[in-house]
């Protein structure tokens, strides 16, 4: 059944290929990513790959991509107690390749409207923790931590959508947020997912 499936498959993307214009290109830009649980500041990243447009009709297309992601989660409190100022940071970093498919609607030639399934792989993450106090006491101390593979999820599917904006017929700016729907983290009971949003440059060969 898996074969057959696969053949179908095969046989309809050469289909639509054949009639299809097909233009590849590369891409880049940053990221402000968050964490679902109790991470409200946004961390900054950054993203790049490349991707392929497949224009099915003059105005819908379907768009693959390739990115590499560098992502995560930041946060920090403040608590005051008898004269002494503790202050916490905590990130979380996480290296990705995702693969976003996305289906492409252009009403007029500068704008494009996309969505689609977004398809992530982590190739490793780490936490990082710093302790400032100052008051009656003054210190600090920080640490970092490279999680194991036992920690955190391996796959991560969210769904994505997002605007580009069409400068000529090689050049786009985009902005894309990505909305996880699988847990972060390998624990029990997990609900932490990722949140992303993503602005950059394209170019189209």
């Known amino acids: 059944m898996k074969k057959?499936?696969?053949?179908?498959?095969?046989?309809?993307?050469?289909?639509?290929?054949?009639?299809?214009?097909?233009?590849f290109g590369a891409k880049a830009g940053m990221n402000l990513?968050?964490?679902t649980e109790n991470f409200e500041t946004m961390k900054p990243g950054f993203h790049a790959g490349v991707y392929a447009q497949v224009k099915l009709h003059p105005m819908f297309s379907i768009q693959p991509e390739?990115?590499?992601?560098?992502?995560?989660?930041?946060?920090?409190?403040?608590n005051t107690t008898l004269g002494q100022t503790i202050t916490a940071k905590g990130s979380a970093t996480s290296h990705n390749v995702i693969v976003?498919?996305?289906?492409?609607?252009?009403?007029?030639?500068?704008?494009?409207?996309?969505?689609?399934?977004?398809?992530?792989?982590?190739?490793?993450?780490?936490?990082?923790?710093e302790v400032t106090?100052?008051?009656?006491?003054?210190?600090?101390?920080?640490?970092?931590?490279?999680?194991?593979?036992?920690?955190?999820?391996?796959?991560?599917?969210?769904?994505?959508?997002?605007?580009?904006?069409?400068?000529n017929s090689n050049i786009n700016v985009y902005a894309r947020y990505v909305f996880g729907l699988t847990p972060v983290?390998?624990?029990?009971?997990?609900?932490?997912?990722?949140?992303?949003?993503?602005l950059g440059v394209g170019f189209t060969f």
Do not use: C, H, W
């Not at 390739?66 to 930041?74: D, N, R």
């Not at 003054?138 to 391996?154: A, N, Q, R, T």
């Not at 983290?185 to 993503?198: R, V, W």
């Open 4 to 23: 057959v499936f696969f053949a179908l498959a095969a046989v309809l993307m050469l289909s639509l290929t054949s009639q299809a214009q097909v233009k």
């Open 33 to 35: 990513s968050r964490f």
């Open 66 to 78: 390739v990115l590499y992601s560098m992502q995560g989660a930041t946060e920090e409190e403040t």
């Open 100 to 129: 976003p498919v996305m289906l492409q609607f252009t009403p007029i030639k500068s704008l494009t409207i996309e969505a689609g399934p977004q398809f992530g792989f982590n190739l490793g993450m780490s936490l990082y923790s």
């Open 133 to 167: 106090m100052s008051g009656l006491v003054d210190d600090s101390f920080e640490e970092s931590v490279d999680l194991g593979e036992e920690d955190y999820k391996m796959f991560d599917f969210g769904l994505a959508a997002g605007l580009k904006y069409n400068v």
């Open 185 to 198: 983290f390998e624990y029990e009971d997990d609900e932490t997912m990722n949140q992303n949003l993503m």
